[in-house]
């Protein structure tokens, strides 16, 4: 970490925090490999190996006034929403995209914003399975690496269309809120992507059932900053950097992860959560 960077750190010790335990990869040499569960079935399979580490989580609350996509990687977000029912793929393509698409736009100043996936998940195994849905994540991830964010436009467009999008920046952001009431279990752990050193991610092999991609799963490092936003709202998004195609310096990738909040009571409502991925095209 840099002196700059250093100097540019939140006032941490200001903060409200949680002392949390987080899953970290091991780099061995070896490519760990991530098969994600099913819709309404089993977990997913983690191939590699991790380590359990306690980590301070800050509340970011204080500081969401400030926070960028391009310096910290995340950002909070008011975005309210004519949805009552996230279940519905209609409604959520006709009534949902499109506003999401003008949030991205308007935070990462786009001239155009795509959504390609969408992600429900539920901190319930009987919504999982009722739902057809799928759990939280527990291990620190970035959803793309240098080599699947423009292999995700190549997948997703036409390739002329595909190539001459690629002559230009581009960037994927995650849209993540609450679709039932206030997070109160398995909130979301975000890293500052200033603390994050190249050699903490590990590229990880992708398999699923309808295409191998690839995700970087992270290594430890004590330099790493975490925050949270506790009790998100169903009025509020938090906006993820999952990657860029600059070079420039602003935040490529932002680390996340859900983890057990050790303050939640044992009366909590479980976690219905969505994710939605974004291209940002400039």
């Not at 990738?253 to 859900?258: D, R």
């Amino acid at each position: 970490m840099t002196a700059e960077t250093a100097d540019t750190l939140p006032p941490l010790a200001r903060l409200p925090r949680v002392q949390a335990a987080l899953n970290f990869v091991v780099d061995t040499g070896e490519k760990p490999v991530n098969i994600p569960s099913q819709p309404g079935g089993d977990a997913g399979i983690n191939l590699g190996s991790y380590a359990t580490h306690l980590v301070a989580i800050h509340d970011a609350r204080p500081l969401a006034g400030g926070l960028s996509l391009d310096r910290e990687g995340f950002a909070l977000a008011h975005a309210e929403t004519a949805m009552t029912d996230f279940f519905d793929p209609d409604k959520v393509r006709e009534v949902y995209n499109p506003k999401i698409e003008r949030l991205v736009c308007a935070a990462t100043g786009a001239r155009r914003a795509v959504v390609f996936d969408h992600t429900l998940r539920a901190d319930s195994e009987s919504t999982r399975r009722e739902k057809k849905v799928r759990e939280p994540v527990q291990r620190v991830h970035n959803d793309y690496t240098v080599r699947s964010g423009p292999q995700r436009v190549r997948d997703l467009f036409p390739p002329a269309e595909a190539e001459a999008l690629l002559l230009h920046r581009f960037a994927i952001v995650n849209v993540w809120r609450s679709i039932r009431g206030a997070v109160e279990t398995m909130p979301l752990a975000l890293c500052d992507a200033r603390t994050v050193a190249p050699g903490d991610l590990v590229a990880s092999e992708r398999r699923a059932r309808d295409r191998v991609g690839e995700t970087y799963r992270v290594q430890f490092n004590p330099a790493q900053r975490w925050f949270y936003f506790p009790h998100l709202r169903m009025d509020e998004a938090v906006l993820i950097k999952s990657y860029d195609a600059a070079t420039d310096g602003r935040a490529r990738f932002a680390p996340h992860t859900a983890f057990e909040d050790p303050n939640t009571p044992a009366s909590a409502a479980p976690r219905q959560s969505m994710e939605s991925r974004l291209f940002a095209f400039f």
